[in-house]
């Protein structure tokens, strides 16, 4: 399985990306794509996640009601809405896959890499 990070860029505060994770190769019947983010100096933050078949999700306190994740199983793809940005989100955003439905990063073995969003004015 290999996973392709895109959609990040310079953004203002407010203002809105979204980051897509496109999946290819063998994939598993039932699996959990995560979302998450290290900014620098700070641990990685578990930001979202879904799961391909009953569509489970979850949102960390710090975008809650601010991002939006979403999936497409016939594209393998999985989307991350952020909106009403703030400077800081600013992290490398990276997207994994994993076989549970979990937050944790180290539950997640397979990672693309990662996409930069900047928010600043």
């Known amino acids: 399985v290999q996973l392709q990070a895109s959609g990040g860029g310079l953004v203002q505060p407010g203002g809105s990306l979204r980051l897509t994770c496109a999946t290819s190769?063998?994939?598993?019947?039932?699996?959990?794509t995560g979302w998450f983010r290290q900014a620098p100096g700070k641990e990685r933050e578990g930001v979202s996640c879904?799961?391909?078949?009953?569509?489970?999700?979850f949102y960390a306190d710090s975008v809650k009601g601010r991002f939006i994740i979403s999936k497409d199983n016939a594209k393998n793809t999985v989307y991350l809405r952020m909106n009403s940005l703030t400077p800081e989100d600013t992290a490398v955003y990276s997207c994994?896959?994993?076989?549970?439905?979990?937050?944790?990063?180290?539950?997640?073995?397979?990672w693309g890499q990662g996409t930069l969003v900047t928010v600043s004015s």
């Open positions: 879904i799961t391909n078949d009953d569509g489970m999700i």
């Open positions: 994994a896959i994993g076989s549970t439905f979990d937050s944790n990063a180290s539950a997640y073995g397979i």
């Open positions: 190769g063998v994939i598993p019947d039932h699996y959990a």
